[in-house]
């Protein structure tokens, strides 16, 4: 007769997942026990299924306390990473805000010197007459 694949597993060869295996291995020991006293192999093997399963349950908590461990260490950084972003985000405020200031200094010094060419637009005539007839502008006036 051939095994009927069993609804929930995959294989059909039972369940996957070694918490249900090990509470089914739970209440199969349970039902035996309440049918009566279960036989010597039957503890046997049902005490070997428990280990079995137990070791699996440790291993599957110690790899949930690493993931842990990883998941805590790894938020960890990402704050860190958040606060050298902050830190980047002002560095390039200030700079920017400097930057700023330093056109509006450039703008004013501009207009200074417009206006300082502008007062000293009357004065080019005679400054280029002096430097190319020195003595005869002298004598002139």
């Known amino acids: 007769m051939k095994a009927r694949a069993l609804p ?5 060869r039972g369940p996957e997942n070694p918490f249900v295996r090990f ?10 026990t309440a049918q009566g006293r ?5 503890a046997v093997a049902a005490r070997a299924l428990a280990g079995r399963y137990g070791a699996e349950r440790d ?8 993931a842990a461990a990883r998941a ?7 704050v860190q990473e958040a606060a050298e972003a902050q830190r980047t985000d002002r560095t390039a405020a ?8 330093l056109a ?3 703008e004013r010094a501009r207009q ?13 005539p005679v400054a280029m007459r002096l430097s190319l007839y020195p003595a005869e502008t002298l004598l002139a006036s």
């Open 94 to 101: 200030d700079a920017t805000g400097r930057v700023s200031a």
């Open 23 to 32: 509470g089914l291995a739970v209440l199969l020991m349970t039902a035996q």
């Open 72 to 78: 805590a260490a790894l938020s960890a950084a990402s």
């Open 112 to 124: 200074a010197l417009d206006a300082d060419a502008r007062a000293l637009a009357p004065l080019l």
């Open 59 to 66: 291993a599957a908590l110690r790899r949930a306390a690493d």
């Open 8 to 12: 929930w597993t995959r294989s059909g």
């Open 104 to 106: 509006a200094d450039r």
């Open 38 to 42: 279960p036989t010597q192999a039957q």
